[in-house]
């Protein structure tokens, strides 16, 4: 199983985000629907450790998430953010922050970018004069730089339309099938998780998620 | 140096007519700060006699113990003082705290031992007390850059800690741009010196009679040891700060609600 969470409670001031959650996600792809609030971000979060549970257990591979060198799980398991981030410089300068700052050797960013759904002729343009769908898709193409085993997708397409959302998503399902990473992908439209899903989980309003 | 210039209490009343015309413009205007004139006038006028009876007490001792320990209170309320610039800095005193000692240590060691002053109260007390405050300030203005950057650009640093960014390497961009808000004011107004406006040593000196070049070249001093001082201390608050907001495992801690 890539992860587990066991009896996992989350707090947020006077609000239980999660009361008890357990939860598997399997290798491939998993779409996590749900609505509004009910602690998609939140879940996600929790699985690269830009948040520890109040109480209870986050497992990948089967080990406590918190025995493993934390940077080097968000390298392995990757999380995209609902909206594009850290766009100062060139396209080519966004997608290699995050092995930069790893040290690690230099990528192809034309080869990044085209798994991404853009063309090499990005790589000199200021990234943050790009469209927001173009933004997102340079920080999905950050992302792959790292060579991560598991991406983790708040809302990719949240704030593009129909056309450019149906190519995001073409985009991910040949991720899947080139480069072999398992994908979590967080959203609120059940359509698109149908689209896109081996695996759909649902978090309710309560607790309890459905494999 | 030359004899002191005196001034007569009536003298230092009657300098109360330029308060007068301050409240004047506040009332004129309906600033509402005739009150807040008011406050700082009185404190002023409290503080310096206090200190001034303080400050005679150690010079006639010439016990460099008595003006280290007036140091070591200034740096404590200058802490105090600053905490409260930095509200979003979580647990901001002791790290201002240290940045304020460590930039008084080492800059009036400094001086101390390249032989530009002498270990007497007489240049240790005036000379501490400038470097603390102008410290002080400094530090004060990093850490509420610091605590408003860390607060608005908290969707920047998740994205750097998401794809493996150490604390230091997220928030590093901030820090530094911190750095930069603390040591500026300093920077502009040393290059502008004597252009735009004498500065506060310079003035003394001149007013109580002093040659003008001796009078320079006190000013030159203070200015770089000013300079060394602010740089210290900013770096310092930046620093031991800026760690704060995140835990050991270089997650970002949710701003207090």
Redo the contacts between chains.
């Keep these: 199983m890539l992860f587990e969470l066991e009896g996992v409670h989350v707090r947020?001031?006077q609000r239980a985000v999660f009361d008890d959650l357990h939860m598997a996600i399997a290798e491939g792809i998993t779409s996590v629907v749900g609505p509004s609030g009910v602690g998609k971000s939140t879940l996600l979060r929790l699985l690269?450790?830009?948040?520890?549970p109040d109480r209870g257990v986050v497992r990948y591979r089967g080990r406590d998430v918190?025995e493993l060198d934390?940077?080097?799980l968000?390298?392995q398991v990757?999380?995209?953010?609902q909206?594009p981030?850290?766009m100062d410089g060139t396209v080519a300068e966004a997608v290699t922050?995050?092995v930069r700052?790893?040290g690690s050797t230099p990528v192809d960013v034309e080869e990044l970018l085209a798994l991404a759904g853009l063309t090499g002729d990005f790589a000199p343009r200021a990234a943050a004069r790009l469209s927001v769908g173009e933004q997102q898709r340079v920080?999905l193409a950050?992302?792959l730089a790292?060579r991560p085993e598991v991406l983790l997708l708040d809302e990719p397409t949240s704030a593009l339309d129909a056309h450019a959302r149906s190519a995001v998503e073409d985009t991910l399902l040949d991720l899947r099938r080139s480069v072999a990473v398992s994908l979590v992908v967080v959203t609120h439209d059940r359509a698109q998780a149908q689209r896109l899903g081996q695996h759909v989980l649902e978090l309710g309003d309560r607790t309890t998620a459905l494999a | 140096m030359t004899a002191a210039i005196h001034l007569s209490t009536a003298q230092v009343a009657a300098s109360l007519a330029l308060v007068a015309v301050a409240i004047a413009i506040s009332l004129w205007q309906r600033a509402d700060l005739e009150r807040e004139i008011g406050v700082a006038v009185a404190r002023s006028a409290i503080q310096l006699i206090a200190v001034g009876y303080v400050i005679d007490a150690i010079f006639s001792s010439d016990r460099i113990a008595f003006a280290i320990a007036l140091l070591a209170a200034m740096v404590l309320f200058g802490a105090f003082t600053a905490r409260k610039r930095a509200p979003d800095v979580p647990g901001a005193f002791w790290p201002l705290l240290i940045a304020l000692g460590l930039a008084a240590a080492a800059t009036i060691g400094l001086v101390v031992a390249l032989d530009v002053f002498d270990a007497t109260p007489r240049y240790l007390v005036p000379v501490g007390g400038m470097v603390i405050g102008n410290a002080m300030t400094a530090a004060a203005v990093s850490l509420n850059r610091l605590g408003d950057d860390m607060r608005t650009s908290a969707r920047d640093i998740e994205a750097a800690l998401a794809l493996g960014a150490t604390a230091a390497q997220a928030a590093g961009p901030i820090a530094r741009r911190s750095l930069r808000s603390g040591m500026i004011p300093l920077i502009d107004s040393t290059k502008t010196t004597g252009l735009i406006f004498f500065p506060g040593t310079m003035v003394g000196m001149l007013l109580a009679g002093a040659a003008p070049f001796d009078a320079v070249r006190l000013q030159l001093v203070l200015l770089y040891v000013l300079l060394g001082s602010v740089a210290i201390a900013s770096l310092t608050a930046v620093t031991l700060s800026h760690r704060r907001f995140f835990t050991a495992a270089h997650q970002l801690r949710e701003p207090a609600e």
């Design positions: 947020r001031g690269n450790r830009l948040a520890d918190r934390v940077l080097e968000r390298r990757a999380l995209v953010a909206l981030a850290l922050f995050g700052l790893a920080t950050r992302a790292l």
